[in-house]
């Protein structure tokens, strides 16, 4: 049963999530979090959080971690199959006819229009992760963290591996001793 609401899990949060991984990102939430209880808030924030230092997909590494977690190997098998596989063959069809059809009005207006939904939905995603921090740390250092973070990926064009590595060795050294 757990193999079967993997396959559907993941299949749903990644064929809805138009944009690729960090677009599904939290419709995966809703599936992890809410629906099937895998994981709660806080194991999701750390292992996004994580696999975002690693490289590779997003959604490929939440889904093989979540699997693991929810079935062991056979649901880290399950949930990347339902991950990769459905959105590869219909990105190989798909990819004949927009070709064909690529300079259409409704084909441009149809990822144009899809693009603030996408937005949308990270900045939910983005005020259910920051709850805990403005929970644990107060406002004004989870402010003073979020601006440093945006100025180091904006501003100094920092990979964001470094700037997660940074923000874990602050939350390690620093957040005990205050």
Same mark, same amino acid.
């Given at each position: 049963m757990?193999?079967?609401?993997?396959? %559907? +899990?993941?299949?749903?949060?990644?064929? !809805? $999530?138009? +944009? $690729? +991984?960090?677009?599904?990102?939290?419709?995966?939430y809703e599936e =992890?979090?809410?629906?099937?209880?895998w994981l709660d808030h806080d194991q999701f924030a750390n292992m996004l959080a994580l696999g975002n230092m690693l490289p590779g997909p997003i959604a490929t590494k939440i889904a093989a971690y979540v699997g693991f977690e929810a079935y062991g190997w056979l649901g880290v098998a399950a949930a990347l199959i339902a991950t990769t596989l459905p959105s590869a063959l219909i990105l190989i069809a798909l990819l004949k006819l927009l070709q064909n059809h690529r300079q259409s009005k409704a =084909?441009? $207006?149809?990822? %144009?229009?899809?693009?603030?939904v996408i937005a949308a939905m990270m900045l939910e995603l983005t005020w259910k992760t920051s709850e805990t921090s !403005?929970?644990?740390? +107060?406002?004004?250092?989870? %402010?003073l963290i979020t601006a440093a973070a945006f100025l180091a990926l904006v501003k100094w064009r920092m990979h964001p591996a470094l700037v997660i590595a940074a923000a874990f060795i602050y939350g390690g050294v620093v957040l005990p001793h205050l």
């Open positions: 757990i193999i079967l609401q993997l396959l %559907l +899990g993941f299949f749903l949060a990644n064929m !809805l $999530g138009y +944009g $690729g +991984g960090p677009a599904s990102i939290p419709l995966m =992890i979090v809410n629906h099937y209880h =084909i441009k $207006g149809m990822t %144009l229009l899809v693009q603030p !403005l929970a644990s740390l +107060g406002i004004i250092q989870s %402010l």
